[in-house]
Nanobody
Framework: QVQLVESGGGLVQAGGSLRLSCTAS????????MGWFRQAPGKEREFVAT??????????AYADSVKGRFTISRDNAKNTVYLQMKSLKPEDAAVYYC????????????????WGQGTQVTVSS
């Protein structure tokens, strides 16, 4: 079982930056592919970024809408995954969720087994 706790959300002006953190419980964090998703009011939850396990090389992937502005990274010693967000736009405002795949799932699986409670990001124009 993995428990995820997000932090770092808040209010920022358009063009500004924020760094979200997600700390995971459990002894297998380094083996888990981690991801960030977001959900804006009235919209479906959407994929933002993902990072593979360290054993798989820490590969990353991003949604086109955030590519070049957001960076996902992980610190296995701290059981933490980060989402550095730069050049924020009003359309980036959403609740951001951290998620983890079971260590048995492949990079290509779209199923995430564990979810955090979310952290609100608000971007003022």
């Amino acid at each position: 079982q993995v428990q995820l706790v997000e932090s770092g959300g808040g209010l920022v002006q358009a063009g500004g930056s924020l760094r979200l953190s997600c700390t995971a419980s459990g002894r297998t964090f380094s083996s888990n592919t981690m991801g960030w998703f977001r959900q804006a009011p009235g919209k479906e939850r959407e994929f933002v970024a993902t990072i593979s396990s360290s054993a798989s090389g820490g590969n990353t992937a991003y949604a086109d809408s955030v590519k070049g502005r957001f960076t996902i990274s992980r610190d296995n010693a701290k059981n933490t995954v980060y989402l550095q967000m730069k050049s924020l736009k009003p359309e980036d405002a959403a609740v951001y969720y951290c998620a983890a795949k079971s260590s048995s799932r492949s990079w290509y699986s779209q199923i995430y087994d564990y979810w955090g409670q979310g952290t609100q990001v608000t971007v003022s124009s």
